[in-house]
C-alpha cells in the first residue's frame, strides 16, 4: 500500500502541562489521529476523535512517564474500547510513551502496532491487549485487588466505551469492585452515545446511567468529557472508599463536523478535507 | 479427589506468598480450610465466572499465581474468550482448576458435564492441560506443573480413581508410563478413563488376553515420545471421556500418521451427541460407549481383525 505524503507526520512528545499546552497537545493528537485514519485506510475515526481529553487527562494524572513506563508498581492504565487505537497511540506519542516511528506504518504489513491495542515491548506503558469489548473492567479490578494485596499504593484507571457497557462482564466486574471497595480503581466512561451501528438508546439504553453504577456501590461523577478541566477535577478526586466512575459526555467524530455524532464515523476513514491544520 | 486437591493447593499456598485461590463460588465443605487459612488470598469472585477469569489475568500481571477454581464447564466453555484473551494471550500465569470433568456430575445433567473442555482449550496457544486419573496423579501432575510458565488446565475428576503406581517424578515430555503390564495390545487413556482401562484389562486377562495400560496424564501438548515408545506395534485402544476428536485422539492419530509401525488403532470417546436418559456417571459411560465393557469391545474387533 502506498503511504500518503503528509499523513504520517508525528505528534512528537508535547510536555507542556500549562493549560494551553494541553489543549495544543489535544489538537495535535486529534490531527494526528485524522493523518493516520487517512493514510492508512482506518476506521474507528470517530471512536479515537471522542476519547482524546479523556486519555490525556488520565496519562496526566497518572504517575505513567517514559522513566516509569516499565515499572512494575507504576499507576495503570487498561484502555478496553481498544479499538479506539489510533487515540491510544497518538495519545501515547504526545506524552513521549511511544516511538512515533513505531505509526509509520501503522497497520502495514510486517509493522508493530495492531488495529486493536495491543500489549508490545517496544511500548511498555500499554498494560492490556484489548478489542473484545467487556474486557477492560475485569482486568483493572484484578489489577486494583492486585495493588490492594501487595500493598502498592498505585492508582488502576479503565477507560471504556458506553457501548461496552452492553456487556454483561462489565456489569461482573462492577458488582466485585463496589462491593470489594476497590478504591484503586477509576474508570471513566466515553460516552459518545453511538455504538457500532445505532444510537445508543435505541440500541440498548443505559440511561439512568448513573443510577445504575451508583446502585452497584460505586462514586459516580459526571462531566463534559471534552473538558480538561472538569476532567483533571474528576480524576484527580479520590473521594471515599468505594471505586469511581467518570461518566464523560463526548462527541462522537469530535473535530471533523461532517462525521460528528454519526454511526459513519466509526467505520469511514478520513477525508483528505477533514485534516486538521 | 477435591480434598487430595486443595491440600496441594493449600502446601502451595503455604510455601508460596504469590499463590490466590479464586472461586465462582462453589466448592461447599472442600474449600473452607484453605480460606481459613489464607485470608485475603482467597477470593470468592462470585457466581461470575467470566469476570473471575479476566480478573486472574489482571492479578497475573501483578506477579501472583491465581487458582481459579470451578466446575469443569464453567471454568472452561463459560470463559473461553477469557482464557483466550486475558490469560493465554498475555502469557499469564493462572491455573484453571475444572473440577467433575467429562461426565463426573452424571445425574446432574448436560450443563454439569464437561467433554468438549479439553478440545476447545487445546486450540489455544501457551496453554497446558493435565487430566489425573487418580489422586497420586493428580499429585504428580500438580507437582510437575508447580513452575509451569504457561497456563495450565488441570482437569480434575469427581472420583478418587483406582490405586495405580504412578512414577514419584516426570516432566513434561516423559508424562505418559505404564501403570500395567500387557503383551497383546495397548490401552492409552487419560484421566478417569484409565480406571475403565484397567477394569477392561482385569476382565480380558481372565479370558486369556493380555492388555498394557498406558497413561496419558498430561493431554497437551500430547506427549508424543513416550507413547510411541511404550505402544511399540501393538494394536492400540485409545480412550478418552470426552467427545471424538479430543487432543488424545489427535495426538494418537498424529503419532500413528508419523512414527506409527502399522498399529491397528481405535479410538473410544463419546460421539457428538447429548446423552438421552438421566442417569449416574457409571449409566452415562455404558449408554456413551466409554466405560469398560465398550473398550472390551473395541479390543476384541482389533484383535479379531475387524477393527
Given at each position: 500500500m502506498v503511504v500518503r505524503q503528509g499523513a504520517v507526520e508525528a505528534v512528537g512528545m508535547?510536555?507542556?502541562?500549562?493549560a494551553s499546552g494541553r489543549s495544543a497537545r489535544c489538537h495535535a493528537v486529534r490531527r494526528r489521529i485524522i493523518g493516520l485514519s487517512h493514510a492508512f485506510r482506518s476506521a474507528h475515526l470517530g471512536s479515537s476523535l471522542s476519547v482524546v481529553e479523556i486519555l490525556d487527562a488520565v496519562l496526566s494524572a497518572s504517575d505513567i512517564s517514559p522513566s516509569t513506563?516499565?515499572?512494575?508498581?507504576r499507576d495503570r492504565l487498561?484502555?478496553?474500547?481498544?479499538?479506539a487505537a489510533m487515540a491510544c497511540y497518538a495519545t501515547f506519542e504526545a506524552h513521549g510513551l511511544?516511538?512515533?516511528?513505531?505509526?509509520?506504518?501503522?497497520?502495514?504489513?510486517?509493522?508493530?502496532?495492531?488495529?486493536h491495542v495491543t500489549v508490545n515491548d517496544k511500548v511498555p506503558a500499554i498494560d492490556a491487549s484489548t478489542?473484545?469489548?467487556?474486557h477492560g473492567l475485569g482486568l483493572a479490578a484484578g489489577y486494583a485487588l492486585g495493588y490492594r494485596l501487595r500493598g502498592w499504593p498505585g492508582r488502576v484507571f479503565c477507560i471504556l466505551s458506553d457501548?461496552?457497557?452492553?456487556?454483561?462482564t462489565t456489569w461482573e466486574a462492577a458488582l466485585f469492585a463496589g462491593h470489594h471497595k476497590l478504591s484503586p480503581l477509576t474508570a471513566i466512561i466515553d460516552?459518545?452515545?453511538?455504538q457500532s451501528i445505532g444510537a445508543t438508546r435505541d440500541v440498548?439504553?443505559?440511561?439512568?446511567f448513573a443510577d445504575k453504577w451508583q446502585a452497584f456501590r460505586w462514586r459516580v461523577t459526571r462531566v463534559d468529557g471534552h473538558d480538561l478541566d472538569a476532567l483533571d477535577r474528576a480524576i484527580a478526586?479520590?473521594?471515599?472508599e468505594r471505586p469511581h466512575v467518570v461518566i464523560a459526555d463526548t462527541v462522537k467524530g469530535k473535530g471533523i463536523a461532517r462525521i460528528e455524532?454519526?454511526?459513519a464515523s466509526h467505520y469511514h476513514p478520513a477525508k483528505p478535507e477533514d485534516l486538521l491544520s | 479427589m477435591r480434598n487430595k486437591l486443595m491440600a496441594l493447593i493449600g502446601a502451595h499456598a503455604a510455601s508460596d506468598p504469590d499463590v490466590l485461590f479464586m472461586t465462582g463460588d462453589l466448592g461447599f465443605s472442600v474449600v473452607e480450610p484453605l480460606q481459613a487459612s489464607i485470608g485475603p488470598r482467597f477470593?470468592?469472585?462470585?457466581?461470575?465466572e467470566a469476570n473471575m477469569m479476566t480478573m486472574a489475568g489482571g492479578l497475573a500481571a501483578c506477579g501472583f499465581l491465581p487458582y481459579v477454581y470451578t466446575i469443569a464447564p464453567f471454568v472452561t466453555a463459560r470463559c473461553y474468550e477469557q482464557i483466550r484473551n486475558d490469560i493465554c494471550y498475555p502469557r499469564r500465569r493462572v491455573r484453571l482448576v475444572g473440577v467433575?470433568?467429562?461426565?463426573?456430575?452424571?445425574?446432574?445433567g448436560a450443563s454439569h458435564h464437561s467433554l468438549e473442555d479439553a478440545a476447545i482449550l487445546a486450540t489455544l496457544p501457551n496453554m497446558i492441560i493435565a487430566s489425573p486419573g487418580n489422586e497420586a496423579e493428580l499429585g504428580l501432575m500438580h507437582e510437575m506443573l508447580i513452575a509451569e510458565e504457561r497456563a495450565v488446565y488441570l482437569r480434575v475428576p469427581r472420583e478418587n480413581g483406582t490405586a495405580y503406581v504412578v512414577p514419584e517424578r516426570v516432566t513434561p515430555g516423559e508424562a505418559a508410563y505404564e501403570v500395567r503390564a500387557g503383551s497383546d495390545i495397548a490401552f492409552v487413556a487419560s484421566g478417569p478413563s484409565v480406571n475403565e482401562c484397567l477394569a477392561a484389562a482385569m476382565e480380558l486377562s481372565e479370558a486369556g488376553v493380555s492388555a498394557r495400560v498406558i497413561s496419558?496424564?498430561?493431554?497437551?501438548?500430547?506427549?508424543?515420545v513416550p507413547v510411541a515408545d511404550l505402544v511399540g506395534s501393538q494394536p492400540v485402544v485409545s480412550v478418552f471421556e470426552?467427545?471424538?476428536?479430543g487432543p488424545l485422539e489427535l495426538g494418537m492419530l498424529r503419532l500413528l500418521a508419523?512414527?506409527?509401525?502399522?498399529n491397528r488403532h481405535l479410538h473410544v470417546a463419546v460421539n457428538l451427541a447429548y446423552p438421552e436418559r438421566c442417569g449416574s456417571t457409571e449409566f452415562l459411560r455404558a449408554a456413551l460407549g466409554i466405560d469398560a465393557k465398550s473398550i472390551i469391545a473395541a479390543a476384541r474387533r482389533l484383535l479379531d481383525g475387524r477393527g
Open positions: 508535547i510536555a507542556r502541562d500549562d513506563a516499565s515499572a512494575r508498581t487498561v484502555f478496553s474500547k481498544g479499538h511511544l516511538d512515533p516511528s513505531l505509526l509509520e506504518r501503522y497497520l502495514q504489513d510486517d509493522s508493530d502496532l495492531w488495529g478489542g473484545s469489548l467487556g457501548g461496552e457497557c452492553d456487556e454483561g460516552c459518545n452515545k453511538i440498548l439504553d443505559l440511561e439512568p478526586d479520590r473521594g471515599d455524532n454519526t454511526v | 477470593i470468592n469472585a462470585g457466581v461470575a467433575g470433568a467429562g461426565l463426573s456430575y452424571g445425574s446432574l496419558v496424564p498430561l493431554l497437551h501438548p500430547f506427549p508424543m470426552g467427545y471424538v476428536g508419523t512414527n506409527g509401525r502399522g
